[in-house]
């Protein structure tokens, strides 16, 4: 069973940085993508970054310039560096997993979530 454990949020001031890191355990297969999804309060959840173990990322609009993903492929491993915050960066963050490729065999994995908050 793939557990996804996150850590690094916190409170941060508009302009300050925080990195997130998420850790993957219970499996030896390499995931087909790892990533960040976020939900605000009122807001629904959204994708934040994502990483393919091709290297493919993938970034909201919103965090483009600001935010970046990268991954170990040996510690099973996705990490988000967030600089620039901004009070709409606040939300809790969820890391995901993807195993098992695209189709319905495949399973997604996910955090239990670390709060974000920027205010100043």
């Known amino acids: 069973q793939v557990q996804l454990v996150e850590s690094g949020g916190g409170l941060a001031r508009p302009g300050e940085s925080l990195s997130l890191s998420c850790a993957a355990s219970?499996?030896?297969?390499?995931?087909?993508?790892m990533g960040w999804y976020r939900q605000a309060p009122g807001k629904q959840r959204e994708l934040v970054a994502r990483?393919?173990?091709?290297?493919?990322?993938t970034y909201a609009d919103s965090v483009k310039g600001r935010f970046t993903i990268s991954g170990d492929s040996v510690k099973f491993a996705v990490y988000l560096q967030m600089n620039s915050l901004k009070p709409e960066d606040t939300a809790v963050y969820y890391c995901?997993?993807?195993?098992?490729?695209?189709?319905?065999?495949?399973?997604?994995?996910w955090g239990k979530g670390t709060l974000v908050t920027v205010s100043s």
């Open positions: 995901y997993s993807r195993y098992g490729g695209w189709s319905e065999e495949g399973m997604d994995y």
């Open positions: 219970g499996s030896t297969v390499r995931p087909e993508a």
């Open positions: 990483i393919t173990r091709g290297t493919k990322t």
